[in-house]
């Protein structure tokens, strides 16, 4: 069974800091990868989508890599800013129907 | 072009009512999810449509919840009659792929007292 683990669970960092989130899952048999955010009491807002094919996807001030064989990924975000602050949520397509979550990383900027 | 649309955002009803959740998906998207958050838990599948026929349904909790995608466009989710455990944030998301980039809504809120 797929399992899906965020760490850290949150984190604080002062505005202008590069900052990495991590996410790791357990089966490296997936389809592909997606990182979402959520703003309190909001749906979830898409990032980046990496298929199982690709190493990394980049947008903007994002940088999303993936390393299926160790079951990782990793959120890059560079020079962070207050409205970067948000719950970061990673989840894994283990077949053409689910997609499991983690719990999320919950970001607060400083400014 | 509209995003995941989701009615209501919030529902308070009490305990063994009947509530309808209702989701309009992007155009054009044949894959409709449903989701759901229960208090200080993960986000968790409920079930797969595929235009109007269901691909997997193995995580909706028991029979007293009830999807439909009639004519595949709009979905709804009932829970028939609703518990306490039922509480929690029920999310809808739609992509145009199978296995392609997952669009959600904004969720709609269910509390049952």
Redesign the interface.
């Known amino acids: 069974k797929q399992e899906v683990t965020q760490i850290p669970a949150a984190l604080s960092v002062p505005e202008g800091e590069n900052l990495v989130l991590n996410c790791s899952f357990t089966d490296s048999a997936i389809y592909n990868l997606q990182w979402f955010r959520q703003d309190p009491g909001k749906g979830l807002t898409s990032l980046l989508l990496i298929q199982s094919s690709q190493r990394e996807q980049t947008s903007g001030r994002l940088n999303a890599s993936l390393d299926k064989s160790s079951g990782r990924s990793t959120l890059y975000i560079a020079a962070s800013q207050p409205g970067d602050s948000a719950t970061y949520l990673c989840a894994v397509r283990p077949n053409n129907n689910d997609m499991r979550f983690g719990a999320g990383t919950r970001l607060t900027v400083k400014p | 072009e509209a995003g ?1 649309t989701q009615f209501p955002s919030h529902s308070v009803i009490e305990k063994g009512q009947t509530v309808t959740l209702r989701c309009d998906p992007i155009s054009g998207h044949d894959n409709l ?1 449903w ?1 759901r958050r229960v208090m200080g838990k ?4 409920l079930l ?1 449509f595929v235009k109007e026929s269901k ?2 349904e ?2 909706m909790p028991n029979n007293r919840f009830l999807a439909e995608r009639t004519g595949g466009t709009y979905s709804t989710l009932k829970v028939q009659p609703a518990e306490l455990e039922d509480s929690g944030v029920y ?1 809808c ?1 739609s992509s145009r792929d ?10 709609s809120r269910l509390t049952v007292l």
């Open positions: 995941v999810y989701y993960e986000i968790k599948f797969h691909q997997d193995s995580g999310f998301a199978r296995a392609g980039e997952l669009f959600f809504g904004e969720g």
